[in-house]
């Protein structure tokens, strides 16, 4: 996915023009969303909702966006990492329910995103989110700088010491 400034740049004036114009935002961003979205909550009928939650959100702050010269994705990036903290803790805070058991099984998904979410809770925040961005966005280095707003060398590292620590989490050696 190529991030381009004046194509955002674009987008958001298009969409704050004419409401109907956002559906070009949510077209061209929604897949990286839902991926994130997966990963954060384990379950696709969930990342469906914090997907739709995120662009709702979005759509109902156009009219007070201001733009900064930072990518749009990182804008709603920022939403869903807000939206999954709030449900996270509306959820710890209810009693036990069917709704909060783990999902069903689809096809291995369910376990593959635990493990996932296992090894990027013990990474910071801001190391996972690049881990996130290059292995489940399929974000570029200069990408994940840009988003981050971060150098590109910074990005590098971040991704490089994130996957250098999953290796030693998982137990896997260097040769492996």
């Known amino acids: 996915m190529a991030i381009d400034l004046s194509d955002d740049r674009k987008l958001i004036a298009a969409a704050q023009a004419n409401a109907a ?18 990963l954060r909550t384990g379950d696709p009928a ?46 710890s805070g209810r009693a036990p329910s069917a709704a909060l058991d783990p999902p069903a099984t689809h096809n291995g998904l369910h376990e593959a995103s ?8 013990k990474l910071d925040g801001a190391t996972a989110e690049a881990l996130v961005l290059r292995f489940v966005v399929d974000c570029s280095f200069e990408e994940i700088a840009a988003l981050q707003g971060i150098a590109l060398s910074a990005a590098k590292m971040r991704v490089y010491r994130a996957v250098a620590k999953a290796r030693r989490v998982m137990g896997v050696d260097d040769e492996g």
């Not at 929604?30 to 991926?35: D, E, T």
């Not at 966006?65 to 509306?90: G, N, Q, T």
């Not at 635990?114 to 809770?121: N, Q, S, V």
């Open 21 to 38: 114009a956002f559906g070009f935002v949510f077209a061209r961003y929604y897949g990286p969303i839902f991926r994130y979205a997966v």
């Open 46 to 91: 969930d990342a469906e909702d914090l997907a739709m939650d995120v662009f709702t959100e979005a759509l109902a702050a156009l009219p007070r966006f201001r733009w900064e010269d930072r990518p749009l994705l990182a804008w709603l990036f920022s939403i869903a990492r807000h939206r999954s903290v709030s449900r996270r803790r509306k959820a």
């Open 114 to 121: 635990a493990e996932a979410r296992r090894l990027l809770g």
